[in-house]
Nanobody
Framework: QVQLVESGGGLVQAGGSLRLSCAASGRTRSTYTMGWFRQSPGKEREFVAAITWRGNNTNYADFVKGRFTIDRDNAKNAVFLQMNSLKPEDTALYYC????????????????WGQGTQVTVSS
């Protein structure tokens, strides 16, 4: 099993920044890709970004390209999402997820999920 704990969410004004963190523990060696997803009330969960534990593979949803950056710290088993130029439409519950598949495709199956951290962007 893999445990994921997100942190770093909060309330920020439009144009501001937040940095989300995801701490992974347990059988992390069974995972190859980490992803960030988000879900707003009344909407389906959507892919935000992904990164592989090895190599320089990243992928982003079009609506965050140029504003969000995903990175990792292998020594700490942690993944981060730097969010800049935040917009009210970025308001959502953000989830960290881990996959046993080595791919940053949004269609990859994710096996483990965190509880989420709330991001609220005021206009």
């Amino acid at each position: 099993q893999v445990q994921l704990v997100e942190s770093g969410g909060g309330l920020v004004q439009a144009g501001g920044s937040l940095r989300l963190s995801c701490a992974a523990s347990g059988r992390t060696r069974s995972t190859y890709t980490m992803g960030w997803f988000r879900q707003s009330p009344g909407k389906e969960r959507e892919f935000v970004a992904a990164i592989t534990w090895r190599g320089n593979n990243t992928n982003y949803a079009d609506f965050v390209k140029g504003r969000f950056t995903i990175d990792r710290d292998n020594a700490k088993n942690a993944v981060f999402l730097q969010m800049n130029s935040l917009k009210p439409e970025d308001t959502a519950l953000y989830y960290c997820a881990a996959s046993a598949v080595f791919s940053t495709s949004p269609q990859v199956k994710y096996d483990y999920w965190g509880q989420g951290t709330q991001v609220t962007v005021s206009s």
